[in-house]
């Protein structure tokens, strides 16, 4: 499996540098302006490949220097890795492919003037934009559970300072306490997370705190790998983990940030600690611009990411609704690739490529047992659909789960340096 991932990456690598070997715009022509907002991995990936084309001046607009990764953030949790480990300096953009990296936010987006208004006040003209501004977080559809609550309740879902946070109390907390993670309603970023965190803080737990309980209260009836999370948590954490689903305990209702307590329809749980992961919608930017409609998620035509809302700007990422395509770090990498020929073929007359569209992901059970998945997508009337698909099942031996947590690590490597381009 890792061998097929590997090749998939440098498959897909290979492919878009092949298409940037054969520039369409001449010297002494002005180069087409694309703005690419947001430096998370669907931004990062479309900035690296555009500039990798050299027929286009891309610049990216992004506050923050560098990028968390989300995905491996739960071994942070579980005291496997460091952040420091999963943070990655977008400045290798500008020195290796050409991207000029605008530290600062985008605030308003003008489509018929194509200018896009930043937060320090600069105005920056494009020929083409995209937009990759990830999720936001709805504080407030929880009761209770704002910005300030989080400090008390860490939702640690966009990784950071909050999955410090949440680490530290995890450390704080006596042996014997409980763990509760709210889980929210789909769509929202990443499925599989959720679950994956109960398991390495269930493993931490099982070295350094073994009489704690989990507790996951869940806003859905079934999640992202059921069958392989609830037959790990038999086998590595028996009587750990309690999943409590919508049809036991209602709608989440509310929080109690100074008594540590969650509320539903028909209890109120007490926690040690409390992970509050809210529901979710897609960047700020999107819903401001246009770009999302009445889900909060934005509509794309599947075959170029152009918006159905705002045609003439790109989205790829979570922001989207994707179809059958999961909000994942590898689907928002696949889609900013597909996205990039699209552009470049309008801006510069290069080919035209049909999408292809991947999605691999490698969830942790435990530090050695992972299952993994690889799905292929399809562009079919007006939506992406799956074509074929591989997960690991229950039941495989654990030498074969050893072989993909080892496999996970090599992934990891390969994939953001495919994203970010490697050490600065």
């Not at 923050?64 to 420091?84: E, I």
């Not at 309980?213 to 954490?237: N, P, T």
Request: glycine residues 10%; aromatic residues 10%.
């Amino acid at each position: 499996m890792t061998d097929w991932t590997r090749r998939q990456v440098g498959g897909l690598i290979a492919g878009t540098l092949l298409a940037a070997t054969a520039p369409h715009v001449a010297r002494g022509i002005v180069r087409p302006k694309v703005v690419v907002i947001g430096g998370g991995i669907g931004g990062a990936t479309l900035a690296r490949y555009l500039g990798d084309m050299k027929t286009m001046d891309v610049s990216l607009v992004e506050p923050n220097a560098t990028h968390v990764t989300c995905f491996f953030s739960n071994l942070h949790l579980a005291g496997l890795r460091s952040l420091a480990s999963l943070t990655f300096d977008l400045r290798t953009l500008a020195n290796r492919h050409g991207v000029s990296v605008i530290r600062d936010a985008a605030v308003a987006l003008d489509p018929a003037a194509r200018v896009v208004e930043l937060g320090g006040g600069a105005k920056l003209p494009y020929d083409r934009l995209a937009v990759a501004p990830g999720i936001t977080l709805e504080f407030g559809a929880i009761g209770g559970y704002d910005e300030a609550a989080a400090e008390r309740m860490p939702h640690a879902w966009i990784a950071g300072p909050q999955s410090v946070l949440l680490r530290r109390q995890l450390e704080s907390m006596e042996d014997g306490g409980l763990f509760v993670i709210v889980a929210p309603p789909n769509p929202f970023r990443c499925p599989p997370a959720p679950y994956e965190r109960a398991s390495l803080v269930a493993y931490y737990f099982k070295q350094f705190k073994p009489r704690s309980k989990i507790l996951i209260l869940d806003a859905k009836d079934k999640f992202s790998g059921q069958e392989l999370f609830q037959d790990a948590w038999s086998r590595h954490y028996p009587g750990m983990i309690e999943w409590l689903p919508a049809q036991f305990i209602g709608k989440i209702k509310a929080v109690d940030p100074a008594a540590f307590s969650v509320v539903t329809e028909g209890q109120t749980f007490k926690a040690a600690v409390a992970n509050v992961i809210p529901p979710q919608k897609a960047g700020l930017i999107a819903q401001k611009a246009g770009l999302a409609d009445a889900t909060g998620w934005c509509p794309v035509d599947p075959a170029t990411f152009d918006s159905t809302l705002q045609p003439g700007i790109h989205v790829v990422g979570d922001a989207i609704i994707g179809g059958d395509m999961p909000k994942s770090a590898f689907s928002a990498n696949s889609q900013a690739k597909a996205c990039a020929f699209a552009i470049a073929a309008a801006l510069t007359g290069s080919p035209r490529f049909p999408p292809h569209l991947f999605n691999s992901c490698y969830t942790f059970l435990a530090p050695d047992d992972a299952f993994t998945n690889a799905i292929t997508f399809a562009a079919e009337d007006g939506k992406i659909k799956t074509k074929e698909m591989f997960i690991n099942k229950v039941g495989e031996s654990a030498e074969v789960r050893r072989k993909v947590a080892h496999q996970a690590i090599g992934w990891y490597s390969a994939f953001t340096a495919d994203v970010f381009g490697g050490a600065s």
